[in-house]
T-cell receptor, first 111, second 116 residues
Framework: SQQGEEDPQALSIQEGENATMNCSYKTSINNLQWYRQNSGRGLVHLILIRSNEREKHSGRLRVTLDTSKKSSSLLITASRAADTASYFCATDDWGSEKLVFGKGTKLTVNP | GAVVSQHPSRVICKSGTSVKIECRSLDFQATTMFWYRQFPKQSLMLMATSNEGSKATYEQGVEKDKFLINHASLTLSTLTVTSAHPEDSSFYIC????????????FGPGTRLTVT
């Protein structure tokens, strides 16, 4: 079964608003990654946070990781219509290169 | 850098035929490549992991005789769907990691397979 579970499954907001997506996982991890997928396209790597990190920023993206709760959040600030996509978290088992993806959050940013 | 391509982007084939999908790392050597399939509005499911020069490791429930994976060089892996059936219709995505790209996987644009 898949390890990551995103919440919410779908999110619709207005341009300029912030979007927050959450991800929970079940086992110990080495790192957690967030990816973005535009409809019918491949995935684009957004950000990686290691298990010993609590927060990481990249441009308008902010990722937090709480290993005690086995959860992570992705915040997109000042959203744009171009941010419309599906967002997936992915975790790896410690020492493994394999990624296990969550079900994703479909974000729609309305202009 | 770290570009992965897939070919073809779309393919339609008749039931019973075989289809080959190529995955190439364009500007780095991919020690490991992964093959995923994705059904509409669902997440990616890992099918197999392939390392250059060795046999692929398949995930539980994936038929190795149906989904043939070859990783003949550090820049090319192929997935062949043999004796395709309509239920094999899906979006197939490959990804790659290299010795200098620890943990991050770089994804190809995907291949939409439709079996009629």
């Amino acid at each position: 079964s898949q390890q990551g579970e995103e919440d919410p499954q779908a999110l619709s907001i207005q341009e300029g608003e912030n979007a927050t997506m959450n991800c929970s996982y079940k086992t110990s991890i080495n790192n957690l990654q967030w990816y973005r997928q535009n409809s019918g396209r491949g995935l684009v790597h957004l950000i990686l946070i290691r298990s010993n990190e609590r927060e990481k920023h990249s441009g308008r993206l902010r990722v937090t990781l709480d290993t005690s709760k086995k959860s992570s959040s992705l915040l997109i600030t000042a959203s744009r219509a171009a941010d419309t996509a599906s967002y997936f978290c992915a975790t790896d088992d410690w020492g493994s290169e394999k990624l296990v993806f969550g079900k994703g959050t479909k974000l729609t940013v309305n202009p | 850098g770290a570009v992965v391509s897939q070919h073809p982007s779309r393919v339609i084939c008749k039931s019973g035929t075989s289809v080959k999908i190529e995955c190439r790392s364009l500007d780095f050597q991919a020690t490991t490549m992964f093959w995923y399939r994705q059904f509409p509005k669902q997440s990616l499911m890992l099918m197999a992991t392939s390392n250059e020069g060795s046999k692929a490791t398949y995930e539980q429930g994936v038929e190795k005789d149906k989904f043939l994976i070859n990783h003949a060089s550090l820049t090319l892996s192929t997935l062949t769907v043999t004796s395709a059936h309509p239920e094999d219709s899906s979006f197939y995505i490959c990804s790659a990691t290299g010795p200098s790209l620890t943990y991050e996987q770089y994804f190809g644009p995907g291949t939409r397979l439709t079996v009629t």
